[in-house]
């Protein structure tokens, strides 16, 4: 693998998913994800009143109080890393542990606990001490293959290195843990007790891969279930809109049928109203036409002999317009005045009723 890829995924691992920087006192919590002790102790205190609280990463519910984060394990495996991360720099390219050439570390030694050079990997397999060790590569350092074998010392009994793990109490102990505090318990070497429970552990992991592998088989099928669910939503709102759009055509042709109905009926009224309305035009501009003249022909003919050649055919026209017949307006018909849209008003009420998505076969 690319070295660079390597350092990128490095610097990653070692990341607290909470402050975004590098971890400082990682522990962990019930669920197995790592933070700041520091982070944690803040994120207990915004919910001190309740006592519980959601991981930020998974969401799992626990229960530590500010006070009790101390006592939340350490995660070793991410010390382990940490240790890859040389000088606090915020790159991470690991040095050489072994030499003080400050060389970029290739790899580790699992039986040395240091990251060693290519310098101080050939040396190891020249030495007859160390040939024999095991050099893990870069890439299995950040996989967890890179275990630290460094000596744990009791917390209780100062220099002594804990060797042996008590099963009565399920605890780590040194031998003056077994001589005080353990008398007639069953203990065994931490070597041995590690191999059995990794057993154990292991057999679980078979265990809980199987159900992760149900789980993806699970979420499979609920997505395929999902995109199911979104086509047949996507189908029926088409058949929704083209039902939608098949009525609002036929509401439309109706539109047009009916106006075109109540054309048809108002057509002999507007005619036969259109023709008395021009005849009554004419006829008054005719009368005021001949008004007109005839006031004119009193009022400014300075010539009497004038006035009197033409008052004869004022005087028969004006009798003429006098005399014509007014006929009384014709009435609007009542088929046209009684006209009305007639629907069953009970079906448009309930129109909305009548329509809906339903569940049942057909």
């Not at 003080?100 to 606990?113: E, I, L, N, P, V």
């Not at 077994?178 to 008398?183: F, N, Y």
């Not at 539109?255 to 005849?279: C, G, P, W, Y």
């Not at 009497?304 to 006098?322: M, R």
Request: aromatic share 6%.
């Amino acid at each position: 693998m690319d070295k660079t890829n390597i350092e990128e995924r490095l610097q990653k691992e070692v990341e607290c998913p909470i402050c975004l920087e590098r971890f400082k006192d990682p522990r962990v919590l019930p669920c197995l994800h790592t933070f700041c002790y520091e982070c944690l102790v803040g994120l207990a205190s915004r919910y001190k009143t309740e006592g519980k609280w959601p991981c930020p990463q998974c969401k799992m519910v626990v229960q530590v109080s500010p006070a009790e984060v101390s006592s939340l394990k350490v995660n070793f495996l991410m010390n382990t890393l940490l240790s890859v991360v040389t000088n606090g720099s915020k790159s991470a390219k690991p040095q050489c542990q072994m030499c003080t050439s400050q060389d970029h570390a290739k790899g580790g030694c699992t039986d040395c606990g240091e990251l060693v050079c290519e310098a101080c990997i050939a040396s190891h397999k020249r030495m007859r001490a160390t040939q024999h060790h095991h050099i893990a590569s870069l890439d299995e350092v950040l996989n967890g293959g890179f275990i630290m074998k460094q000596p744990l010392y009791c917390l209780k009994h100062k220099g002594e290195v804990i060797k042996l793990f008590c099963d009565t109490c399920d605890c780590l102990i040194c031998k003056d843990c077994l001589i005080v505090d353990h008398k007639g318990h069953d203990y065994n070497f931490t070597d041995f007790v590690a191999d059995r429970e990794k057993k154990i552990i292991k057999g679980k992991i078979d265990e809980v891969s199987k159900m992760g592998n149900d789980l993806n088989e699970h979420l499979a099928s609920v997505r395929a279930a999902m995109r199911k669910v979104e086509l047949k939503k996507h189908s029926m709102n088409e058949v929704v809109d083209q039902f939608i759009d098949k009525q609002i055509t036929i509401l439309q042709n109706l539109r047009i049928r009916l106006k075109t109905e109540i054309q048809l009926v108002f057509q002999k009224d507007s005619n036969q109203l259109t023709a008395k309305e021009i005849d009554l035009t004419a006829r008054i501009e005719h009368v005021c036409g001949g008004v007109d003249f005839a006031e004119k022909v009193c009022d400014q003919t300075v010539n009497e002999a004038d006035f009197l050649s033409i008052k004869k055919d004022v005087s028969a026209q004006l009798t003429a317009l006098a005399e014509q017949h007014i006929e009384e307006p014709e009435s609007v018909s009542g088929e046209t005045m009684n006209l009305r849209l007639e629907y069953d008003k009970n079906y448009w009420a309930v129109a909305d009723e009548k329509l809906s998505v339903t569940t049942k076969a057909k």
